[in-house]
């Protein structure tokens, strides 16, 4: 609230409810309405109306939330609005590689979150910021950027 980036108000509605994702990907309706909504708000940042997912992916995702977990599963939905258009397959993701460790041609989140951690510094980010968004101790985040900056 010290930034003042939402008005008060929004800051009481946000503290009255918890958001819980304990068992979600069980209830496919549920599921399907937190990826629709992420999906919704990162085709809005990147103006990109015309990306959606296929049945199979959702199912997919669902099925694999728990290895993926809340964070990643953010990257994943911003790097499909990022750089898909039309319907985006499990195949589609697997080409990119956004798929969990245990599945074949999956490169990592590490890079998927490099890749976020250039992307917030180049949009202005403090590092505190991006620590907390990423959910990682500020050490960390230094030494990610010290990799970075050496490739």
Known sequence: ?????????LYRLIARYKISFEG????MVKFRGYVTSGLNYYRRLYDNKG???SAEL???LRN????????????ILERIAAEFSGRVTVE???????????????????????EQI???LERGYSKTDIAD?????RSTLYRKIREIETV
Do not use: W
């Open 24 to 27: 979600m990907e069980k209830d």
């Open 92 to 114: 589609g993701l697997r080409d990119k590689n956004l798929l969990p460790e245990n599945d074949p041609g999956y490169s990592g989140l590490e890079e998927m979150s490099k």
């Open 133 to 137: 968004i990423l959910g990682i101790s």
């Open 118 to 120: 250039k992307t917030m």
């Open 64 to 75: 694999h939330f728990t290895e993926i977990g809340k964070h990643s599963m953010e990257i």
């Open 58 to 60: 959702f199912t997919y």
């Open 1 to 9: 609230m010290e930034q003042q980036l939402f008005s008060p108000e």
């Open 51 to 53: 990306v959606e997912l």
